[in-house]
């Protein structure tokens, strides 16, 4: 089995649904650990305000991004991605003492998601959900093509969606749904997604029949 490179905690969750075989418990710490920044960051607001909790943030990232390093001698494209952005984003925030561009570090990240698995359709070779998941589902090429699409959608519709909870209520609220509501969301269309991909397998063995 080849090892998790660790995924931000935006894409952590899309991998629980369809673990390795062999994965046992390694999945279940590997899930924690990539949330482990954005759980941080969620308590330290908490208990202080936003700034305090973007510097346990920044801090976070990068501790997630140096044990990646140091388990696995490299880090995965995503990881390294989100962890730029947030280093700019937060850092722009307590550089000028401003919560919005840290508000705004999801948006960015959903988007140049999108923006990579859409680069992805078109190019030649396996998409980018492909080769997250094609370890461990066997779907066809077409198949796999719409599986990246709905992602595209998804992420477009996850980035739309953080910038109006951000504009239209308070910090806290925000807070609250960058943990609870961005995750919720991402869960509820992970599921919705192994549904499809359910049906999708069983036409397939049907067919083969």
């Known amino acids: 089995m080849r090892p998790s490179l660790g995924l931000p905690g935006e894409l952590a969750i899309?991998?629980?649904p369809f673990p390795p075989r062999r994965a046992g418990p390694d999945l279940l710490m590997q899930l924690l650990f990539d949330l482990l920044p954005v759980i941080a960051f969620f308590v330290a607001y908490?208990?202080?305000d936003i700034y305090v909790a973007t510097g346990v943030l920044i801090v976070g990232v990068m501790v997630q991004?140096?044990?990646?390093?140091?388990?696995?001698?490299?880090?995965?494209?995503?990881?390294?991605?989100?962890?730029?952005?947030?280093?700019?984003?937060?850092?722009?925030?307590?550089?000028?003492h401003d919560s919005t561009f840290i508000k705004w570090k999801p948006?960015?990240?959903?988007?140049?998601?999108?923006?990579?698995f859409g680069l992805s359709q078109f190019m030649r070779g396996p998409t980018i959900i492909q080769r997250m998941l094609g370890e461990n589902l066997k779907l066809d090429d077409a198949s796999w093509r719409r599986l990246n699409m709905m992602w595209i959608g998804f992420f477009v519709f996850a980035g739309a969606a953080n910038l109006y909870v951000a504009y239209n209520f308070d910090e806290a609220t925000w807070v609250n749904f960058k943990l609870f509501g961005l995750m919720g969301l991402t869960l509820v269309f992970v599921l919705l997604q192994g549904?499809?991909?359910?049906?999708?397998?069983?036409?397939?063995?049907?067919?083969?029949?």
């Not at 880090?75 to 700019?88: D, E, I, K, Q």
């Not at 549904?195 to 029949?209: D, H, M, P, Q, V």
């Open 14 to 16: 899309i991998r629980a």
């Open 46 to 48: 908490k208990l202080t």
């Open 65 to 96: 991004t140096a044990v990646s390093l140091i388990r696995h001698r490299k880090v995965s494209p995503m990881l390294l991605t989100s962890a730029a952005l947030v280093l700019v984003f937060g850092g722009l925030t307590l550089l000028v």
């Open 107 to 116: 948006t960015i990240v959903n988007a140049l998601f999108a923006i990579a």
């Open 195 to 209: 549904l499809w991909i359910a049906r999708r397998t069983e036409s397939a063995e049907t067919g083969s029949n």
